[in-house]
């Protein structure tokens, strides 16, 4: 069996506002052994982002870690100090913020931020970091490696500037890589190669994932568990095959109706009805049943607790107590 490398246990990260406290985080848990990729799926405001964060600590102020722990090889995270958090950030945790145009810095060239990287997080000296960061470059498939070293980041592409992300995020070689929708804005082709490059990288290094994505679609083959997360709670989780060809929760099936399908022919695409849910106003039960064509009056009042469907296989919604949930039973 896989060792656990990461354990998240009851995790919430609030953001106090003059209106109240936004719980873009609300109690959630997971696991990621290593060598294996976990994707967390939902669309914008669900608390995927906020989550990767809270995993790094890089949270914006006023936003805090209120409850929970995080632990990093039983080390538990949300209570190290700065200093130790700064030898994990980079060097065992590693990021690939959304878009590379803004995460890149633009008056320092590829060379500069690449080897800062590199030199905070090891020994080695100029010249040697900055063989390191050819390395990466050609590692990620960076075409003349040597002269886009010299070039500012507004003169790549945005596929160039993806690869050049992922490979100041690897350069450390970490044992964890976040990717936070890192085929975001790419063309097919460009998003296809990163996702392919990403899982060559994955089995060369040994390295764990945590894929964040608002597209079930982009993560089908790639990982080996998917959660999904709404208004920061996980409403379901399972393997690749249970969330794809047997949803249990209305709002995953919500999200596997809007991908777009080579044989649909000439049949519309079905939206999500409705609105996101206010995260200052959260409702007492579940907080997809306003938008869900299913909803029953429980629904309403009653948060659901995570029922187990299958043993690789839970998800939280009243329609799986109603029906048996296939044996499973509540584990709340």
């Known amino acids: 069996m896989a060792q656990t490398l990461l354990q998240v246990k009851n995790l919430h990260t609030i953001f106090p506002t003059d209106s109240g406290e936004v719980r873009a985080v609300n ?7 290593r060598g294996k990729v976990l994707g967390i799926v939902g669309e914008s405001g669900s608390g995927k982002s906020v989550t ?19 632990l990093f090889e039983d080390e538990d995270i949300v209570t190290l100090p700065p200093g130790k958090m700064r ?9 690939i913020f959304q878009d590379p145009m803004t995460s890149l810095n633009p008056v320092y060239t590829v060379e500069n ?8 997080h090891t ?21 003349e490696p040597r002269k886009r070293l010299k070039q500012y980041p507004y003169q790549l592409s945005g596929g160039m500037r993806q690869r050049v992300m992922i490979a100041m995020a690897l350069a450390c070689e970490p044992d964890i890589l976040i990717a936070d929708e890192p085929t975001t804005a790419l063309d097919v082709t ?7 490059l990403m899982q060559e990288l994955k089995d060369k290094l040994g390295m764990s994932i945590i894929m964040i994505t608002h597209d079930l679609g982009v993560i089908a083959e790639m990982c080996d568990e998917i959660i999904v997360m709404y208004a920061g709670r996980v409403c379901e989780r399972g393997t690749a ?23 649909y022919g000439k049949e519309k695409l079905t939206p999500i009805g409705g609105s996101p849910v206010d995260l200052l106003n959260m409702p007492r039960g579940c907080a997809f049943a306003a938008r869900c064509d299913s909803a029953m009056k429980v629904c309403l009042t009653q948060q659901p607790e995570e029922i187990a469907i299958n043993k690789d296989h839970m998800a939280s919604c009243w329609l799986n107590v109603r029906d048996g949930g296939e044996g499973g039973q509540a584990n709340g």
Do not use: C, W
Not at 27 to 33: D, E, P, Q, V
Not at 113 to 120: D, G, K, P
């Open 123 to 143: 020994d080695r000296n100029r010249a040697q970091a900055r063989e390191r960061a050819l390395e990466m470059l050609q590692l990620v498939g960076v075409n």
């Open 190 to 196: 460009i998003q296809a190669q990163i996702l392919e």
């Open 27 to 33: 109690g959630i848990n997971f696991s990621l052994a």
């Open 87 to 95: 030898q994990i950030r980079g060097a065992r945790i590693s990021i």
């Open 241 to 263: 095959d249970e969330i794809f060809y047997n949803p249990r929760h209305e709002y995953t099936k919500g999200l596997l109706r809007s991908i777009p399908k080579l044989d």
């Open 52 to 70: 990767a964060y809270s995993i790094l600590r890089i949270l914006d102020n006023p936003g805090r870690i209120s409850e929970g722990s995080i």
């Open 113 to 120: 931020q690449l080897t800062e990287a590199i030199r905070l």
